[in-house]
């Protein structure tokens, strides 16, 4: 998994609570940072929007537009869209911030490989 988070504290929280839960997780703190790490292969990305050099937007229409990405389950975590969009183009899964962890959690198992499923 890759998690995409310009905010250092809720990006270190991201990679030591999910790697508790048993993923393998690539922390980037920019969309920039998130596309080098695309040809790693993540099984899903959770990304922030409003970031510096490269916002989430530009990184979900880079990551689309490239092989290596067309086909990676994205989950949005963002306070920046407007109540009224639930969804956006390109992303599987929009929640808003602050969300519920278990939320995520949840979303994470019906998008991204559980980890248990890759060591049985």
Known sequence: MLAIEDDSDLREF??????????????A????????NVDWAPDLILLD????????YE???RLR??????????LVLSAAL??????????????????????LLRTIALYGNRPEAATN
């Open 14 to 27: 991201y990679g030591a609570t999910l790697r508790d839960e048993g993923h393998e997780v690539r922390l």
């Open 29 to 36: 703190g920019n969309g920039l940072e998130g596309l080098r």
């Open 49 to 56: 929007l409003m970031m510096p050099v490269m916002d989430g």
């Open 59 to 61: 990184f979900l229409r």
């Open 65 to 74: 537009a490239s092989p290596e990405g067309a086909h990676v389950p994205v």
């Open 82 to 103: 407007p109540p009224s969009r639930s969804t956006l183009r390109g992303a599987q899964a929009v929640l808003r911030k602050p969300f519920d962890f278990d939320r």
